[in-house]
């Protein structure tokens, strides 16, 4: 049989090199579109690519989502199966600070994917975007958010995603395209960027068990979010391009933990028993250190959004039943998998600066 032909936009993301992995392993040929930059941002995927002279089903090009022409020759030339459009700008925070570019890449950027698509009148590409729960923002009278709740995005990012989801939705119903959006909810691992904040969490903990005197600074922990990993999700993604009919799909885990949870169950897998005291601003957490009371986490408010989404859990019912959807890892697996690897991590830092 002819292998299947995937182009993964942001392959160098957390997503984008689990996706990776999950299609060379299904016999894909995978290409990916990465940035241009001064210097390697390829840390997650370095373990999957081969130099192109030699056999290999993985490739990179050079493109941006800013950039039509590098998106419709790529489509011309690989002629792909699958599109899995992943790129973005994708922390919430930075799209206040950068709003123009946010929108540009997170919002634009699928439109022109889209466009590609149809007027290069390639109907037989199956399109998957990459959609996320900042679509919702208020809890209204439900407790879990599924495809048919209400969208209310308080973020640049969320409305960026916001267009990118309509837009889908659009080009699937005026062309035909099988254009799906995956709405998926807060999903973790290791390969998180370090600037999101369970892995802040992972990182910060793991060294301060090794000695570091660090204190972490966090804003709002008592957020509750609904956490998967990542590794499950985007089986998730692979599964609802494979269906007869494209559809939205909410993929969650059905539970919330707060951020302070988070931290609480992080400590506890490092033997950490993890205090808190004060409340707002003030509130801080500490440790006993022989014997010592020490202070480990602070509040800055610098951290915190200009609006803020206090409460997002998902409901994947629409995917339990159609794409069968069973997560692998619980919560508490999840939290383990990340601690396991930042410890190690943690420890080759202590090595080198030793």
């Not at 016999?27 to 001064?38: A, D, M, N, T």
């Not at 199966?81 to 973005?88: F, M, Q, R, S």
């Not at 119903?173 to 709405?183: Q, W």
């Not at 959004?305 to 919560?331: H, I, T």
């Amino acid at each position: 049989m002819k292998k299947k032909i995937a182009l993964i936009t942001g392959t160098t993301g957390q997503d984008g090199s689990y996706l990776a992995e999950l299609l060379l392993k299904k016999k894909y040929k995978v290409h990916g579109l990465i940035r241009k930059s001064s210097s390697f941002n390829t840390k997650r995927i370095d373990h999957l690519y081969i130099d192109p002279h030699n056999r290999t089903n993985f490739f990179l090009h050079y493109g941006d989502l800013t950039d039509s022409n590098s998106i419709y020759n790529l489509i011309h030339n690989i002629r792909p199966n699958e599109i899995y459009n992943l790129g973005a700008q994708s922390h919430v925070g930075v799209s206040f600070e950068n709003p123009e570019y946010t929108a540009e890449v997170s919002g634009i950027g699928t439109l022109r994917v889209l466009e590609a698509i149809r007027f290069l009148k390639m109907k037989n590409i199956k399109f998957y975007q990459a959609s996320t729960s900042e679509l919702f923002g208020e809890k209204y009278k439900q407790k879990t958010f599924n495809e048919q709740s209400k969208f209310h995005p308080k973020s640049p990012y969320g409305a960026a995603k916001l267009y990118s989801y309509w837009i889908t939705s659009v080009y699937r119903e005026a062309y035909g395209l099988f254009a799906c959006n995956g709405i998926l909810f807060n999903h973790e691992s290791p390969r998180r960027g370090e600037t999101f904040v369970t892995r802040k969490i992972t990182r910060f903990l793991t060294r301060k068990k090794l000695g570091s005197n660090e204190i972490l600074y966090l804003g709002n922990l008592d957020a509750k979010r609904d956490w998967g990993h990542a590794k499950d999700y985007v089986e998730m993604q692979w599964k609802i391009l494979q269906q007869k009919k494209p559809e939205d799909y909410v993929i969650a885990s059905g539970e919330t933990r707060t951020v302070r949870e988070f931290i609480n169950t992080a400590g506890k897998l490092l033997n950490m028993k993890i205090y808190w005291t004060g409340k707002g601003l003030k509130e801080v957490g500490y440790i006993y250190e022989d014997g010592r009371k020490r202070t480990i986490i602070k509040i800055d408010k610098k951290y915190f959004r200009p609006n803020e989404v206090d409460y997002l859990r998902g409901s994947s019912k629409k995917a339990y039943k159609k794409l069968n959807f069973k997560p692998k890892y619980s919560f508490i697996n999840l939290v383990r998998d990340m601690i396991d690897e930042d410890l190690l991590l943690a420890q080759e830092e202590l090595n080198k600066k030793y």
